[in-house]
């Protein structure tokens, strides 16, 4: 297992709402955990991933991640077993979308 | 017109909104909470923030009712201390709040082997708190549907309850195909023959056998209607004692006694179906649920 942390400060978009889980625990999938937190503003990441090593992919998928949406004072938590960038980028709109109610 | 929305496919999560009333679940210890296994962090092994089962309480048809959804997708649906600790807490509190029924929706291959003595402890004391559901007079309904079925120490759970509902494709067993491989050889049992495996532990033998009591097609549509017709079939005045009796287990001990004897020595389900008077045996996986049940009014154990 590998833990992982990002930080992204200067937010614009806070989502009010109780947490929200979407996704599973299994093989090629995660779960994401999303909460409104007291951040100063920023949107804090934390990742467990049972896939050690791939720390700059995380990274990049988390940018562009924290690009779409810039959010703020949110609290992410992930379980991962080995989600590809597709889809944890999915399951990360997902989580946002889920929030906002606009989930289908 | 809405669609139906397969059970089999659905996570637990989304069998929780669909089954009961709109919005009317209430998480227990939810995710947020990150009441997490104590024992697969030291294995190195990935947690999940719910521990892979939703326990808490919802309106099913305005029927208050303490509800648990295990993820099969998580482990597959293994019990492990904490899984089983929410389960034991969910029948203890409907007891205490009183809740018009408690709907399991079981999804599991049993004990979490990572988790040994505290997740088989656990499937225990899953037992005897709903053995004490039911003595509070609540019944218990279980639903089978998920892709994992329910096996081992979920298997036995499951046929605790007062009704077992099944899809066709779930299953119920005690031990799951491979296990029955490995230790009998392929010669008894080869899991790898999907058509053997779902015709002995799939829906319509369980029906056709008395171990499940009602059969639906994969809609969770269907298995909502089916608890509540269980519910309210459980809950009239005329209705069969929703704690366990003595009567009860003589006659469900009498009803495995005669399929032993009637049964017994038949080495394959179709075997069985023609014994039990099923008119075209072979056709028995080919029907859809309606016909199939119309077909097994008259043949089928603890009817």
Known sequence: METLNYRFEQGQRRLAQPPQVVGVVSSGNLEVLIEEAALNGACEIKISTAAVG???????????????????????????????PAVVSLRLDQAVQTMLGEAP | MSHAVSYLESNARERLRLLFDAGSFEEFLPPAARVISPHLGQLNAPVAFDDGVAVGRARLNGMPVYTAAQEGGFMGGAVGEVHGAKLVGLLR???????????????SGGVRLHEANAGLIAVSEVMRALLDTRAAGIPVIVLVGGSNGAFGGMGIVSRCANVVVMSEEGRLAMSGPEVIETANGVEEFDSRDRALVWRTTGGKH???????????????????????????????????????????LEQEQAMLAERIARFGALPDPLDVWAAQGMAQPQRVPMLEIEPFIAAAQTVRMGA
């Open chain 2, 206 to 248: 369980r029906y056709l056998m008395g171990d499940c009591q009602r059969i639906v097609k994969d809609d969770v549509a269907a298995f909502r209607q089916a608890a509540i017709d269980a519910i309210n079939a459980l809950t009239r005045p005329s209705a069969p004692s929703v704690p366990l009796t003595l009567e009860a």
């Open chain 2, 93 to 107: 509190r409907a007891v205490r709040d009183q809740a018009k029924a408690v709907v399991l929706l079981v999804e």
């Open chain 1, 54 to 84: 791939f720390g700059p992919i995380w990274q990049a998928v988390m940018q562009d991640f924290q690009q779409r949406w810039q959010l703020a004072d949110t609290r992410i938590s992930i379980n991962d077993m080995g989600a590809t």
